[in-house]
Every structure is written in C-alpha cells, then in structure tokens.
C-alpha cells in the first residue's frame, strides 16, 4: 500500500483558486496512475483529474479548462491546481494512487474545498 497524504484544501470564494497537494511514500515513478476525486455530501465519489506515468491526463468535463493535475516526481508530490472555483466544486478531494506491480490501490485521508461567498 502506499501512504498518501492530502493538503491545501480550505475555504474560498466563487471565482477563486486553490492548489491541493498529494504526497507519496513511495517514488512516484513506479505508480501507473494518480488521480483526484471528489465527494460531495449525499453524492458518490466522483473522479475529477487523472495522470497517468506518462504524464497523460485526464479531466471530468465539468472541471476541464478550470483544474489542471501535474506530478512532480522530484517531490513525489501531484498537484491539483483549482481555478475558477464554483460553489458545485464544494466536496472532499481524494488522492489515489493505482500501482499495477504490485497491484495495490490506494486512498488518502481527504480534504475539505469548500466554495462559498
């Protein structure tokens, strides 16, 4: 398993931007995929951004042109820069990590975007 850990989340106005940050505890390097998702209360957890080992991304429709997921393999750190934030962006954010050798999946703790004048 490997040990994620979220941070950057907080309390910001419509219009506003954020960055999430996802540290590893392992080399980013040997896991295929990252992604962030988000859960809104009463709603499934969703997927917002992917990237993949190759630096391949992937976006939600409803985030594409405002959130871009990048990875720093230096840091073992991925990033979720959050613009034009709405309030319909307010949920928790998730980091995951998918290694496919050996298969393991894993989830960080969460944390809180909140979006509101």
């Given at each position: ?6 941070s950057?989340g ?23 995929i ?11 957890r ?11 991304t ?30 319909e ?29």
């Amino acid at each position: 398993q490997v040990q994620l850990v979220e941070s950057g989340g907080g309390l910001v106005q419509p219009g506003g931007s954020l960055r999430l940050s996802c540290a590893a505890s392992i080399s980013i390097f040997s896991i295929n995929i990252m992604a962030w998702y988000r859960q809104a209360p009463g709603k499934e957890r969703e997927s917002v951004a992917t990237i993949n080992s190759d630096g391949a991304t992937n976006y939600a429709d409803s985030v594409k042109g405002r959130f871009t997921i990048s990875r720093d393999n230096a840091k073992n750190t991925v990033y979720l820069q959050m613009n034009s934030l709405k309030p319909e962006d307010t949920a928790a954010y998730y980091c995951y990590a998918y290694k496919i050798l050996p298969t393991s999946r894993s989830w960080g703790q969460g944390t809180q975007v909140t979006v509101s004048p």
